[in-house]
């Protein structure tokens, strides 16, 4: 035993040696390597930012982030539906690949993501807010998340698995737990996903700002009246503010007799349970306020009058929704300064997808035309992204794992299907960039119909394949609202078939084998 002495005490003081060079090299690394906080809203609309030329509502916050950084101009979705969305972005996968392609499906936590990635190499890492995968997260230090969609008022929240609640509205109460994180873990290196509810339906603003906009006039988009001519898949949706939107859950009104969409069966309880969340005095101030609207509402006795004012109901409580995250965005930002944190955080706002503000008659997401498949995409960086860029490659929500991992120096996994933005970002061009954008969407609720495509920014082309078979094709630089489907006229037979090849191409490089259903019979 005597003999073994020596060594093991040999053995004691290399381990020694070796957790002490281990945790200099940590913390020289720490002080080099970026901080991340990535805050994404739900379905914030690039028409509702300023910085994407907004006439309907100011985000000086959000801005900010793009002035002092870069804003990504063409920024889309893989799939343009909340989970899928989330699920892309935590593995910088496809839907096909990382087996998320639906709001039904679990998430398989097992598999490799992005927090998992950067928590091996030294980041502490955190989500607070809207989880909205169903599974329990992996990778994190530290989650609090709110089940399912969560609520606006006085949130209920999973915490480490442990039930708990908090007063407040949830914008609100999202930045509290995130910047209490942020305040345990200033030396870093951090990667915190600040994950707000809003604006997501039925759109319930923050008492401050329940008279915001009163009586202003939205103006109607130019294709608010589509009448879907030639586009089956357009013909059978059921998210149109004229018919699928709720008088009770989305506008607000205490009508008991107004009807009821089959759409929108579970709507009036929903409603009613989500009121009941506010206290008694904050109920007071609520039912002052949309009494005015029932007053209003009572005096419309025609289809379109009704019309107008659902739209305008929608756009008011949808843009008050945005008014504070676009505060808590500035709150973030300005912990940072106070904090001498702001010169190596890496900053990014963005939505799981874009959404529909009235274009096409419609609210929500899901189709591949302009306005849900593209999304608003912001990102500072002061230590290593120059100011005032307007970035106009094409990006996706594909590239913002394989981005972060560049910029935290740390190889980006072979199987991701992603690209570094940060080549973009520092030289403002890539060689080999991508000049096509591959799509597909795969939920059937409110009538939607699963279709993938391709986006070539001259045209569009889409196929439906379940439960229709139809394809569109636009060309963008005559049709910017995609309101004139070519793909049966003669003239552009050529350019189809080209697209059919070049979409295949990107089916076969993402490996999406879609099967026989979904190429059809044209």
């Not at 003999?3 to 060079?21: G, I, N």
């Not at 306020?289 to 109901?313: G, T």
């Amino acid at each position: 035993m005597d003999r073994l002495l020596p060594v093991l005490l040999l053995h004691a003081l290399t381990a020694l040696c070796s957790c002490f060079t281990s945790t200099v090299f940590a913390q020289q690394a720490g002080t080099a390597r970026p901080n991340i906080i990535f805050i994404m809203a739900d379905d914030h609309a690039y028409q509702a930012v300023s910085a994407y030329g907004s006439r309907l509502i100011q985000t000086p916050n959000i801005d900010r982030i793009g002035r002092e950084g870069a804003i990504m101009k063409n920024g889309f979705v893989t799939n343009s539906v909340c989970s899928p969305s989330r699920a892309v972005i935590l593995t910088g996968k496809y839907s096909h690949v990382n087996g998320l392609r639906d709001n039904g499906t679990y998430f398989n936590g097992a598999q490799q993501t992005l927090p998992k990635i950067l928590r091996a190499n030294g980041y502490h890492t955190a989500i607070v807010g809207k989880w909205h995968l169903w599974s329990e997260p992996t990778g994190f230090d530290h989650w609090n998340i709110l089940p399912a969609q969560g609520h606006y008022y006085n949130p209920p929240f999973i915490k480490m698995g442990k039930d708990t609640a908090y007063k407040g509205y949830v914008t609100d109460v999202i930045t509290d737990l995130a910047l209490q994180w942020i305040d345990q873990h200033k030396k870093g290196p951090f990667f915190l996903m600040l994950h707000h509810k809003a604006p997501h339906r039925n759109f319930m603003p923050p008492l401050k700002y329940l008279h915001k906009y009163d009586n202003t006039a939205f103006p109607l988009p130019h294709n608010f009246y589509d009448d879907y001519r030639n586009r089956p898949a357009l013909q059978r949706q059921q998210i149109t503010v004229a018919h699928d939107l709720d008088i009770r859950y989305d506008s607000k009104i205490p009508c008991d007799t107004c009807a009821v969409t089959k759409i929108n069966d579970w709507a009036p309880a929903e409603y009613q349970r989500e009121i009941e969340r506010l206290t008694a005095a904050e109920r007071r101030q609520w039912d002052s306020v949309y009494q005015l609207e029932y007053e209003q509402f009572k005096k419309i006795h025609d289809s379109a009058s009704l019309v107008k004012f659902q739209f305008r109901r929608y756009m008011e409580d949808y843009l008050r929704c945005i008014l504070s995250v676009d505060d808590n965005v500035g709150r973030v930002l300005d912990y940072l300064d106070k904090h001498g944190l702001a010169e190596n955080t890496i900053v990014i706002y963005t939505s799981d997808q874009g959404f529909y503000l009235g274009e096409h008659g419609l609210y929500d997401k899901r189709f591949m035309y302009d306005e849900s498949f593209r999304t608003p995409m912001v990102i500072r960086y002061p230590a290593k992204i120059r100011p005032k860029q307007q970035v106009n490659a094409f990006t996706l929500n594909l590239d913002i794992a394989p981005t972060l991992l560049d910029y935290a120096g740390i190889s980006i996994p072979a199987d991701m299907q992603g690209a570094s933005m940060q080549p973009l970002l520092q030289k403002g061009k890539a060689p080999g960039w991508r000049k096509e954008i591959y799509y597909h969407y795969y939920e059937l609720s409110f009538g939607l119909t699963r279709h993938y495509g391709i986006y070539t920014g001259r045209y569009k082309l889409m196929h439906f394949y379940n439960p229709i078979n139809a394809w569109e094709l636009y060309d963008l630089k005559k049709d910017k609202q995609e309101m004139n489907n070519l793909y049966d006229n003669p003239k552009y037979a050529k350019i189809v078939q080209q697209l059919k090849t070049r979409l295949r191409r990107l089916q076969q490089h993402y490996k999406d084998d879609i099967g026989t259903e979904g190429y059809g019979r044209r």
